[in-house]
């Protein structure tokens, strides 16, 4: 059974088609980066599959519950930062991250464990005491990062969560997510920072007017990418999206 099963899925805001007949399934151990300009349609798609928009038409399962019919089991092995934060600020880090364990299930000795971890990964542990409306920009898209990740949900999808993250965090998190989905986990990532996707993820999905014009692996990624005309992953999204003329220009 896949982690993510999108079927035939479209969504129009009056005229435009933000999201057009798009297909996508995403296996245990993946780990996807979702690219495509501004308006691509990437954050619709992400909105549909943690069940915050309806879709006009198609599906969307998450380890085999569809999240119109199923959505509790299917939220249920779901993690999802968005790209607007919506967090509960009045409560401080921890207070979030254990309201989330105990959603998701987790004993009193493994959400300790937990937090812990998150904390630590994140930085975060001297402000674990202090109420989230009080954290810096980055500080805020950490926790929720941590929130996504407490009790290792089977699909963890992250729209544009590192913008304003610091580079250590940068770096530990995106070596904490290559080892998330060797636990057999997946997950789907929106990023515009291509290097550090192509550092971090195992398939590349471009989304171009709400249709997938390319889908990579890391290998057939790197096997273009050693040509001097596509020399790296932006080379290659360029003219995957139609704009190979600003190749010359990078
Ligand atoms: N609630 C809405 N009402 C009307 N149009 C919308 C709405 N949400 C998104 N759109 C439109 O749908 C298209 C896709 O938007 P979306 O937010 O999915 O793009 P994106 O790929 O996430 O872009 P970005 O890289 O800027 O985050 C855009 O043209 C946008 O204007
Ligand atoms: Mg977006």
Redesign the pocket.
């Known amino acids: 059974m896949s982690i993510l099963e999108i079927q035939n899925l479209c969504?129009t805001?009056?005229k435009?088609k933000?999201?057009d007949d798009l297909c996508m399934t995403i296996e245990e151990g993946q780990a996807v980066a979702f690219i495509?300009?501004?308006?691509?349609?990437?954050?619709?798609?992400?909105?549909t599959i943690a069940g915050l928009?309806s879709p006009d038409s198609g599906s969307v399962k998450i380890s085999g519950f569809d999240i119109a019919s199923s959505p509790v089991e299917a939220r249920q092995h779901l993690g999802y930062v968005p790209?607007e934060l919506s967090l509960y600020r009045y409560l401080t880090g921890d207070e979030y991250l254990s309201l989330i364990a105990k959603i998701r299930g987790l004993s009193a000795d493994e959400t300790e464990k937990q937090i812990s971890e998150l904390l630590n990964l994140c930085d975060l542990d001297a402000a674990r005491n202090r109420l989230i409306r009080e954290y810096s920009g980055g500080m805020a898209r950490k926790i929720a990062m941590a929130g996504a990740l407490i009790g290792t949900p089977d699909l963890v999808v992250l729209?544009?969560s590192f913008v304003g993250l610091d580079p250590e965090s940068t770096y530990k998190l995106g070596r904490y997510l290559k080892s998330y989905v060797l636990r057999g986990r997946a997950i789907l990532i929106?990023s515009?920072v291509l290097d550090m996707l192509h550092s971090m993820c195992t398939r590349f999905f471009i989304?171009h007017h709400?249709q997938c014009v390319a889908d990579y692996t890391l290998e057939q990624v790197n096997e273009i990418c050693s040509s001097p005309d596509t020399p790296n992953l932006t080379a290659l999204y360029l003219r995957k999206t139609g704009q190979a003329e600003l190749i010359e220009k990078q």
Not at 36 to 47: D, E, L, P
């Open positions: 969504k805001f009056g435009l933000a999201v495509g300009q501004n308006g691509a349609g990437k954050s619709t798609t992400m909105r928009s790209q729209d544009e929106s515009h989304l709400g």
